[in-house]
């Protein structure tokens, strides 16, 4: 059985950083794509970043980029996001998703449970 824990949640003042983490086990993690989605209350879920499974590819929703890195080290079954400058807007529950194809759609086989990420003015 797959599973995803995520890790490293948090309340960080705007303009401050965290690193989330995503570790999986039950599957052949370097036969995945992985991302991370973030729902905020009373919105809908959205893409934030992907990555594909060597890490040669990686993708990045408009509001992130530049400030957002998605990483992953297949020996520790591990995908990373560290989150710098970090704004108010950026609140929200943080999903950790896998599946065959690195997607900005919510299409992926898997999800964690999340992490929540808030972010005081």
């Known amino acids: 059985q797959v599973q995803l824990v995520e890790a490293g949640g948090g309340l960080v003042q705007a303009g401050g950083s965290l690193r989330l983490s995503c570790a999986a086990s039950g599957c052949t993690f370097s036969n995945y794509a992985m991302s991370w989605f973030r729902q905020a209350p009373g919105k809908e879920r959205e893409f934030v970043s992907a990555i594909n499974w060597s890490g040669g590819s990686r993708y990045y929703a408009d509001s992130v980029k530049g400030r957002f890195t998605i990483s992953r080290d297949n020996a520790k079954n591990t995908v990373y996001l560290p989150m710098n400058s970090l704004k108010p807007e950026d609140t929200a529950v943080y999903y950790c998703?896998?599946?065959?194809?690195?997607?900005?759609?919510?299409?992926?086989?898997?999800w964690g449970q999340g992490t929540q990420v808030s972010v005081s003015s």
């Open positions: 998703a896998g599946g065959r194809i690195a997607t900005t759609r919510a299409m992926y086989d898997y």
